[in-house]
């Protein structure tokens, strides 16, 4: 199979889930924390008219069940089992999610 680019059409985005720690107790399996609620995925590729201040790169929440999933090759590279892609609608982004900057992660002390 070759490699492809897929452009999202009109406020379409191409996003890759964040993985969910799940554990093994004994032969049970137990699903990772809030893994059946809201997920982080990375924008890979935007529609022309997708939502203002959503960016290639971004990292956004999104609802679990939300947009179309897609199996394929990304850049050589196989999707593995945690490693989902979908086309979602930029609509359904619950939040763009930033890092602080550094001078928030300081402890403040008051003299």
Do not use: W
């Not at 490699?3 to 399996?29: C, M, Q, S």
């Not at 939300?66 to 050589?76: A, T």
């Amino acid at each position: 199979m070759s490699n492809f680019d897929i452009i999202p059409l009109g406020r379409l985005l191409l996003v890759r889930l964040e993985a969910v720690e799940e554990k093994k107790v004994g032969k049970i399996h137990v699903p990772g924390e809030h893994s059946e609620t809201s997920r982080v995925a990375t924008v890979l590729a935007k529609g022309p008219k997708c939502e203002p201040g959503i960016e290639v790169g971004d990292k956004l929440l999104i609802d679990y069940h939300v947009g179309n999933v897609i199996d394929l090759y990304y850049k050589g590279e196989v999707t593995a089992i945690n490693d989902t892609f979908r086309i979602i609608d930029s609509l359904a982004a619950q939040a763009i999610i930033k890092d602080k900057p550094e001078s928030l992660n300081k402890e403040i002390h008051i003299a």
